[in-house]
């Protein structure tokens, strides 16, 4: 699972300054939110669509910690663990038959069978890299 954190300022207030400082707080939280949503939309728009899963686990999820709030833009999980895949690519590698005596695909039109193949790897979309760009402004 690949997580991207936005996170506030902390705002701390000492005895005798007044309430209406920490308004800004609240504002800032607003905008970040705002922002982790457009950020969320975009990087539902950039990712690449196969089985739908990654598109699914795509979500943003708000919250507040000690240091001040935060929002956090969640991709994969359970269903989709190739999101480090999808994000920055792989290099070439062999892909080798593990549970079944030989690997099935079709290539010009024939159905081909193989006990291993060479990947030649895939390109890295960077869809959270970009969405974050994008939701920056």
Do not use: C
């Not at 000492?14 to 922002?35: M, T």
């Not at 480090?84 to 593990?98: D, K, L, M």
């Amino acid at each position: 699972m690949a997580i991207v954190r936005a996170r506030t300022h902390y705002v701390v207030l000492y005895p005798g300054e007044p309430r209406k400082w920490a308004l800004v707080d609240q504002g800032v939280g607003r905008e970040l939110d705002r922002r982790m949503t457009r950020a969320q939309y975009a990087a539902r728009a950039r990712v690449r669509v196969r089985t739908g899963t990654l598109l699914s686990t795509t979500r943003k999820n708000p919250g507040r910690s000690a240091r001040g709030q935060f929002v956090d833009l969640k991709a994969g999980g359970r269903g989709a663990t190739y999101v480090g895949v999808e994000e920055f690519g792989s290099v070439p590698h062999r892909i080798t038959a593990r549970r079944r005596k030989a690997l099935r695909f079709v290539q010009g039109g024939r159905v081909q069978f193989r006990r291993s193949v060479r990947h030649p790897g895939t390109t890295g979309t960077f869809f959270l890299t970009r969405s974050l760009i994008f939701a920056a402004g």
